[in-house]
Nanobody, 124 residues
Framework: QVQLVESGGGLVQVGGSLRLSCAAS????????MGWFRRAPGKEREFVAS????????YYGDYVKGRFTISSGNAKNTVYLQMTSLTPGDTAVYYC?????????????????WGQGNQVTVAS
């Protein structure tokens, strides 16, 4: 059974930081590119960041560049999203995703499995 378990969301003040974690298990492929997406109320799902299967390459959405950092954990198919300088515009449900490719970009169709989502709320 494939599971992507996210953790680390919550409520933070403007300018604060949060770190999201995602651990994937049961994937039917050995090496996975991982990504983060988010969906704010009333908006479409949007790409946040992705990382290659070996952690060597990263890619970011324009609105998070310089503020968010995606990284791989020591455990296989584990990924983190460090978020800094948070604004109310970052309030959303954040989703972790895994893709059966070496590196995936911003298209949600590139990803094969998704987590259940984790709420991040930035209070002004």
């Amino acid at each position: 059974q494939v599971q992507l378990v996210e953790s680390g969301g919550g409520l933070v003040q403007v300018g604060g930081s949060l770190r999201l974690s995602c651990a994937a298990s049961g994937l039917p492929f050995r090496d996975a590119a991982m990504g983060w997406f988010r969906r704010a109320p009333g908006k479409e799902r949007e790409f946040v960041a992705s990382i290659s299967w070996n952690g060597g390459n990263t890619y970011y959405g324009d609105y998070v560049k310089g503020r968010f950092t995606i990284s791989s954990g020591n455990a296989k198919n584990t990924v983190y999203l460090q978020m800094t300088s948070l604004t109310p515009g970052d309030t959303a449900v954040y989703y972790c995703a895994a893709a059966n490719v070496a590196f995936a970009f911003s298209g949600h169709y590139e990803y094969d499995y998704w987590g259940q989502g984790n709420q991040v709320t930035v209070a002004s």
